[in-house]
């Protein structure tokens, strides 16, 4: 070998020495006096090296958020939409419509006083009060809290169980104390010239 690089003129050794600077980047940048040459990443990438970012794994976890979130979004939709559909369903049923039926005269009833009647059927006993000249009000006489019939007391202007002293206001049926949570289920009336009329019950 020590031959052959003597017999090499000195134009081939630089040109072979030329040829290997060009070939290899690094060799032909000067090194510092002590500095140590590091070899190039595996892969020829040095950015993928220095940030090991897995974007096919990235992209996969931005999609699945996303339809996620879009899951949710219409369940959520749909849960309002049903639970709105449920209120309103509610709401028609809290109101029974029932046939008419003819309860009273108006001159039956004179004012602050209460008439006894039954309805919807033999077995509902209700109370009419008539609590002004052109208004009545009408409610079942079972209390909501064990079934009490109730009375009307025109000085307390409400309705009273006796059982366990509960109170009702005249102008909704709400309770106004003792042991009852509902208010009174409240008889739709309808007064056509001289003739009062049931036509539901609110409950």
């Not at 032909?28 to 595996?42: E, F, H, K, T, W």
């Amino acid at each position: 070998m020590s031959t052959t690089l003597g017999s090499m003129s000195s134009g081939q050794l630089s040109h072979a020495e030329h040829h290997s600077r060009s070939s290899n980047p690094q060799s032909a940048c000067p090194l510092p006096r002590g500095a140590i040459r590091l070899p190039p990443p595996s892969g020829g990438n040095p950015q993928s090296t220095a940030f090991p970012i897995p974007w096919e794994e990235e992209h996969a976890v931005t999609r699945r958020t996303f339809m996620s979130f879009l899951l949710l979004l219409s369940t959520t939709f749909l849960a309002s939409t049903g639970l709105l559909g449920l209120v309103s369903w509610l709401q028609r049923k809290s109101t029974a419509q029932l046939a008419p039926t003819l309860i009273a005269s108006v001159q039956d009833i004179p004012l602050d006083t209460a008439k006894l009647f039954s309805y919807p059927t033999a077995h509902d006993p209700c109370l009419l009060i008539r609590l002004s000249q052109d208004q009545f009000v009408a409610y079942s006489q079972k209390c909501t809290h064990l079934s009490c019939p109730v009375t009307y007391k025109a000085n307390e202007k409400e309705l009273f169980c006796p059982c366990h002293a509960g109170r009702f206001a005249l102008d909704d049926g709400r309770v106004l104390g003792g042991p009852p949570q509902r208010p009174l289920p409240r008889i739709l009336l309808n007064v056509s010239g001289n003739e009062i009329w049931a036509t539901g019950v609110r409950v």
